[in-house]
């Protein structure tokens, strides 16, 4: 079956980094876009970043441009986030997601598969 598997997420000091990383398994992997997403406590579901299946295409949130990037290796089936610069607001869980487009997608409705999330806890 698929699975996506998070880690990197910890606790982190304002201006701090942090490397998400997004481990598939059970899914050919190059043929699925990738897409990470957030959700703060109380507050809906959030769009950071996606990666087409090449990684030759990125689209970030607006807001996070700058500080947040997706990569991804395809040798081994592993998508990461690099955020930098992090403030107490990117305090949040972080899921990985994958989809059937070719091109990463910023609806959370267009994703077929969903990891369980890692927490980031950013202390200001």
């Known amino acids: 079956q698929v699975q996506l598997v998070e880690s990197g997420g910890g606790l982190v000091e304002a201006g701090g980094s942090l490397r998400l990383s997004c481990a598939a398994s059970g899914v050919t992997f190059s043929r699925f876009s990738m897409g990470w997403f957030r959700q703060a406590p109380g507050k809906e579901r959030e769009f950071v970043a996606a990666?087409?299946?090449?990684?030759?295409?990125?689209y970030g949130a607006d807001s996070l441009k700058g500080r947040f990037t997706a990569g991804r290796d395809n040798a081994k089936n592993t998508v990461f986030l690099q955020m930098n610069s992090l403030k107490p607001e990117d305090t949040a869980a972080y899921y990985c997601?994958?989809?059937?487009?070719?091109?990463?997608?910023?609806?959370?409705?267009?994703?077929?598969?969903w990891g369980q999330g890692t927490h980031v806890t950013v202390s200001s």
């Open positions: 990666i087409s299946w090449s990684g030759s295409s990125i």
């Open positions: 997601a994958a989809s059937r487009m070719p091109l990463g997608q910023a609806l959370p409705q267009l994703y077929d598969f």
